[in-house]
């Protein structure tokens, strides 16, 4: 007899599946949060370093044509990512 619960391995219950999933689901969002602040961070890190020569209380021309540049690189280059991961996400789920 066993002290607590059955000791054989059962399948896992319906509920502990649905559980299982929704900490899976929150764990993916915030993942998410935590990469998409992460990117913010870089942006403003890597772009204003590169086109912010005299900070001041606005962007001149030159400044504001290399953010905007800048930030367009960067969202291809996030897009791409993502789009790769992704795919690369559900390729390992459906092999399981």
């Known amino acids: ?48 370093e590169k086109c912010i020569s005299q900070p001041g209380t606005s962007l001149n021309g030159q400044e504001d044509f290399c953010v905007n540049q800048c930030l367009e690189k960067y969202m291809r280059s996030w897009n791409v990512i993502s789009r790769a991961y992704i795919t690369r996400i559900q390729q390992s789920s459906s092999e399981k």
């Open 1 to 48: 007899m066993a002290l607590f619960g059955s000791s054989s391995s059962a399948a896992p219950a319906p509920a502990s599946k649905s559980l299982k999933q929704e900490i899976q689901d929150q764990i993916s969002q915030e993942l998410a949060v935590a990469n998409a602040t992460e990117l913010v961070s870089k942006i403003t890190e890597n772009c204003f």
